[in-house]
């Protein structure tokens, strides 16, 4: 049995930057997650020689702590500035978002930041919680038997799989199963040879596409690759169709927008179902907390529902547990 004064179930955002918080304030921390490496949503997947960012596509920096954030890590390398050509498909909504004054990409991955912060902390991959009980310390059981002690808990995975952990009979789980998440279907595909003129990326308001994006035009990537996001409502209805059958509508509805692509053959095809993709009605507290269980939840959908939210909401909560 491991005994340790925190555990956090996650290494994505939220989970990583609490565990840099308590390690910089000399506490100990132990990063458990189901995933074979750091990323969660803002994964990088390598594939038939590709590199694709299938979940978050970029970011944007808003608060002070973030931008400062931002900055050392532009200091270091791990993230650079995407300027792309981006075409808008179809009338653009009337909640459509500011153009932000700067898309920031991880740098040669959108994990890249992540894989740094799993560096320095002590993390523990393929590791998946399959339950937990508070009887004056956390006990946690992994789907293999493992089991690990903890006084402090801080659990980050998205709002469904937090509730099924807590049980719906917690204090906590109405609020988090009051938060809804949209899937998103996203198809990646890799091209041997480059295309000629298309654009670096597209916001798309018609048909089952909602963004597409050349994913080699962002700093530190040269390959012809792309990445095809499917809307939140096609992603719905689509929700159990099998991936070769998403792969192959989504290539159509792609071909429609980039007929440059039409007479190619991609030598990479690929579709990969995000379940719980983004909150449609994240919370506004930036983390959840428990005080009598030491148990946080914490994650993007409490503090908005983008990558800057699951920063944030992280440091909250361990902020909270110090
Ligand atoms: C398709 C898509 C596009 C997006 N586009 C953007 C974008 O352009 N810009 C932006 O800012 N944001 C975007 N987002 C949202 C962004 O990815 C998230 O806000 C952010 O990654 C969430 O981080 P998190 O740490 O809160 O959660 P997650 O990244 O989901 O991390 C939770 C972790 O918990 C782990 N986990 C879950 N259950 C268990 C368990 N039982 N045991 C162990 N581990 C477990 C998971 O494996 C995961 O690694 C997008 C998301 C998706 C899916």
């Known amino acids: 049995m491991t005994r340790i004064d925190c555990a956090i179930i996650g290494a994505g955002w939220a989970g990583l ?5 308590l ?27 590709f590199t694709l960012d299938h979940g978050a596509q970029y970011f944007t920096a808003r608060s002070e702590a973030f931008i400062q954030q931002v900055q ?10 995407w300027d792309p050509a981006i075409d808008v498909v179809g009338a653009r909504p009337d909640n459509a978002g500011q153009t932000p004054a700067e898309r920031l990409v ?9 894989s740094y912060l799993a560096k320095n902390q002590r993390c523990q991959f393929g590791w998946r919680l399959e339950s937990m009980q508070f009887d004056g310390h956390w006990q946690l059981v992994s789907s293999e038997g493992e089991r690990i002690q903890a006084r402090h808990l801080l659990l980050t995975a998205p709002p469904p799989q937090a509730l099924a952990l807590l049980r719906a009979d917690h204090p906590l789980a109405e609020q988090v199963a009051g938060v809804r998440m949209a899937p998103c279907w996203t198809l990646m595909l890799g091209f041997d040879r480059k295309l000629d003129q298309v654009p670096d990326a597209a916001f798309v308001n018609q048909g089952p596409i909602s963004w ?3 994913n080699g035009t962002k700093p530190g990537r040269n390959e012809e690759s792309w990445v095809v996001q499917a809307s939140g409502a096609w992603s719905r209805e689509h929700l159990e169709d ?8 989504l290539l159509t509805a792609f071909h429609a927008l980039v007929p440059a692509a039409k007479d190619r053959r991609p030598s990479l095809k690929s579709a990969h179902r995000w379940r719980y993709a983004q909150a449609e009605n994240p919370l506004d507290c930036q983390f959840l907390g428990h005080p009598e269980q030491n148990l946080a939840v914490a994650g ?15 440091r909250a909560a361990a902020t909270w547990f110090l």
């Not at 890590?73 to 500035?81: E, H």
């Not at 991880?106 to 992540?114: I, Q, S």
């Not at 983008?306 to 992280?314: H, K, Y």
């Open 72 to 81: 050392a890590w532009r200091d270091l390398g791990l993230i650079q500035a």
């Open 23 to 49: 390690k910089a304030c000399g506490r100990e921390a132990l990063v458990l997650d189901k995933a074979r490496g750091p990323g969660g949503r803002s994964s990088t997947r390598r594939q038939g020689g």
């Open 212 to 214: 597409l994006a050349r």
């Open 300 to 314: 993007d959908w409490c503090a908005g529902n983008r990558i800057e939210g699951a920063w944030t909401s992280g």
């Open 242 to 249: 099998s991936a070769d059958a998403v792969t192959e509508n």
């Open 106 to 114: 991880g740098v040669p991955g959108m994990n890249a930041v992540l």
């Open 17 to 21: 930057s609490a565990a840099a918080l």
